[in-house]
């Protein structure tokens, strides 16, 4: 089977983080696939962001890799991340960065936004007993070729629960829900509490980065 990326193929990565397109340069390293940024391409003006339409990490994350192949007319790898908690059916899911709004944006700062997100959290988990307040950080990583067809995908999770009031929030590491997350297996730290090298080798992200890389390399 033949790689899904002609030789020579640079991958634009859809993200304006220049630590995002770091880590992914690392984990990439081996098969010497060149990484840009989005920054890298918008000497023309920034690329409009796409509506997050899906209901699903998976497709979010095509629709992203599909949205910024077609407009850079580049190889395009884009991810979808959130978290999931399973007392509460799944949520806060596709819409983890705005749940305290129920998806909507309004502008707030991203503290005041987290702040809120976390408060709905706990509120709606009161009384839920440790055992049960299982949750997992999701991200869904897709790479689609210039026209927009998504070629590959892969999901990574990290594995933990939501702490109990009282408990957490607690570290000063990290952002969004890392301050209510323990960390399994021992559930002793929170994602906050991490340092950023550990906390890179476990994550969701990582681990889909991972994914996405085996494949490659087994093709």
């Known amino acids: 089977m033949n790689s899904p990326l002609p030789p ?31 920054a890298d391409l918008t000497a023309g003006g920034p690329i409009p962001e796409p509506a997050e339409t899906g209901d699903t990490f998976e497709a979010n994350s095509a629709l992203k890799a599909a949205w910024y192949a077609r407009r850079t007319g580049m190889w395009c790898l884009a991810d979808d ?32 936004r987290d702040a809120a997100n976390n408060a709905r959290v706990l509120r709606e988990l009161q009384g839920v007993p440790p055992e049960r307040r299982a949750a997992r950080f999701v991200c869904v990583m897709s790479i689609a070729d210039p026209e927009g067809r998504v070629v590959l995908q892969r999901r990574g999770e990290f594995e933990g629960r939501i702490g109990l009031p009282g408990q957490v929030p607690r570290g000063s590491h990290g952002f969004g829900y890392d301050p209510l997350f323990l960390v399994a297996p021992d559930f002793v730290r929170t994602g906050a509490e991490l340092a950023e090298s550990e906390k890179n080798a476990r994550s969701h992200r990582g681990a889909a980065a991972r994914l996405i890389a085996s494949a490659l390399r087994s093709v």
């Open 81 to 112: 991340s959130g978290l999931e908690i399973d007392a509460l059916g799944g949520r806060p899911g596709v819409i983890s960065s705005h749940y305290s709004t129920d998806g909507r944006e309004t502008g707030a700062a991203r503290a005041e």
């Open 8 to 38: 020579g193929t640079t991958l634009a990565l859809a993200t304006g983080n220049p630590h995002k397109v770091q880590e992914m340069r690392a984990i990439f390293a081996d098969l010497r696939i060149p990484i840009i940024g989005l």
